[in-house]
């Protein structure tokens, strides 16, 4: 039971190119998340999946977009990098249980733009 | 977007002593969270309330939910090396399973 996977670890992009960041879950969790972390600020939602087929845009979707490929995989591509888009990126999933919902992660993409 | 205000921002504190955080809002939230990230790491779950007034231990963590719903606070108790790292709280209200994360307190425990 490896939780939630993410690949890659690292890595650099020039300006302009594109990228697919790719995260995977083997809880059997319906509902995916995406968030991106900046230095000295907390988490921020860049997209959610609240089952399989559907998304959602979060609090900064600009220039992200999603596939929910099945109930496993839950990926987030940069069609055009930027620099400002330079950050560590975290992909979580959620169950709902009888009292509530709890969210786990991933380790996390840190991703360079030049 | 909304964040929730965390405190203290950063801590230094001797082996054994205890600590105390805390997260307030302006919003009510549903549930609680409580999260630790260490350098190069992703948040690891420690600690969830979904109960106004509900208190939880695990270990020597122990975490409320403010019976306004407003607000938390984690308390660590006699804190060792491996405790430092950043503790995060998080909210999370209504049906669209959105967390709200605050700005994190950064731990540092010295021998």
């Known amino acids: 039971n490896a939780g939630v996977t993410q690949t890659p670890k690292f890595q650099v992009l020039k300006t302009g190119q594109s990228m697919t960041l790719q995260c995977a879950q083997d809880?059997?969790?319906?509902?995916m998340y995406w968030y991106r972390q900046d230095p000295g600020m907390g988490l921020r939602l860049i997209y959610y999946?609240?089952?399989?087929?559907?998304?959602d845009k979060g609090e900064v979707p600009n220039g992200y977009n999603v596939s929910r490929l099945n109930k496993r995989e839950f990926s987030l591509r940069l069609e055009s990098a930027a620099p400002s888009q330079t950050s560590v990126y975290f992909c979580?999933?959620?169950?709902?249980?009888?009292?509530?919902?709890?969210?786990?992660f991933g380790p996390g993409t840190r991703l360079l733009v030049l | 977007g909304q964040q929730l205000n965390q405190s203290p921002q950063s801590m230094f504190i001797q082996e054994g002593e205890d600590v105390s955080m805390n997260c307030t809002s302006s919003?009510?939230?549903?549930?609680w969270l409580w999260y630790k990230q260490d350098p190069g790491e992703g948040p690891v779950l420690l600690i969830a309330?979904?109960?106004?007034?509900e208190l939880t231990s695990n270990g020597r963590l122990t975490a409320q939910f403010g019976i306004t719903r407003k607000d938390s606070f984690l308390n660590i108790s006699a804190s060792i090396p491996s405790d430092v790292g950043i503790y995060f709280c998080?909210?999370?209200?209504?049906?669209?399973?959105?967390?709200?994360f605050g700005t994190g307190t950064r731990l540092q425990v010295t021998l």
């Open positions: 919003s009510i939230f549903n549930t």
């Open positions: 999946s609240a089952s399989e087929g559907t998304t």
């Open positions: 979580a999933s959620s169950e709902r249980i009888t009292v509530g919902e709890t969210q786990y």
């Open positions: 809880m059997n969790h319906n509902s």
């Open positions: 998080a909210g999370l209200s209504g049906t669209a399973s959105k967390l709200t």
């Open positions: 309330l979904y109960k106004a007034g």
